[in-house]
């Protein structure tokens, strides 16, 4: 079994006193691709937000590549080596494409290489943040991750809003960011479909547990458990919680 890069060891966590994860455990192996998926509320962006620090942990442990992080601070795991694309995208929309790149900039990390993924904010990096689709946008709020230099991408919901071309080409730039397998990636996902296409494990999260782990093909079959805990529209490829916006590139 290939060493593992993230671990959570019984992880209950939550917003003040409140708990949302419950017992939670997940080992994420180097070089894997891990989709999460799940209903509205079931905890998906909380998991993320555990991992990088910006929930209060109630109880349990989480590892990176077998270094306890529990206590350290969210910009301390990104040094270390976490990347959060959050679903707000957090870009700076004052800023040109290529100033919002160099403002996250760190270590040896190449603006090059993200022109190399997504072209097209080559073409626009002397745009503002609000001159840019949403396509675009979320383009630019994952190079701005990639220009940390994560060795774990955390992806939170990339494609909620998108056109389906633009769902397509994020999709190539996933599997190209963790083809030479010295990158790992958890895609949070309400496309169920798309995400287990991708992943290679998956879990399927209900009421802050996780109800199925195991392989993405394996839970792509499993339409009794996705349709028991998505619900059938959610398994298609469609326009699903994303038909609340306007779906533009
Ligand atoms: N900042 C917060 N403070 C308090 N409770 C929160 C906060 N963020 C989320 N919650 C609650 O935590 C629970 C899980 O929400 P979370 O956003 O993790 O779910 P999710 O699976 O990512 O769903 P969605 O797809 O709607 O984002 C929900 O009941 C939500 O109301």
Known sequence: MAEPVLELDNVSAGYGPGHVLRG?????????????????????TTLLNTVMGLARLHG???????????????????HLGLGLVPQTRDIFPSLTVEENLR???????????????FPRLKERRK???TQLSG????MLAIARTLMTSPKVILLDEPL????????????????????DGTRSVILVE???????????????MANGR??????????????????????VAMTADAPEKGTRHASHA
């Not at 349990?60 to 990104?78: A, T």
């Not at 309400?190 to 399927?204: K, P, S, T, W």
Request: avoid cysteine.
């Open 24 to 44: 939670m455990s997940l080992r994420l192996e180097k070089g894997g691709k891990l989709a999460v998926i799940g209903r509205n509320g079931a905890g998906k």
């Open 103 to 117: 403002a996250a900039q760190h270590g040896d990390a190449r603006i090059e290489e993200a022109y190399m993924l």
């Open 135 to 138: 396509g675009e946008q979320q």
């Open 60 to 78: 349990g442990h989480i590892r990176l590549e077998g270094r306890p992080i529990d206590r350290l601070p969210p910009w301390r795991r990104n």
């Open 160 to 179: 909620e809003g998108l056109a389906p071309v633009i769902r397509e080409m994020l999709m190539q730039a996933f599997e190209d960011l963790a083809k």
């Open 127 to 129: 745009n503002g943040g």
């Open 210 to 231: 996780i109800v199925h782990d195991g392989p993405a093909a394996e839970l792509a079959q499993r339409s009794d458990l996705i349709d028991r805990h998505i619900g």
């Open 190 to 204: 309400q496309h169920a479909a798309a995400a287990l296409a991708f992943a290679g494990r998956a879990v399927l």
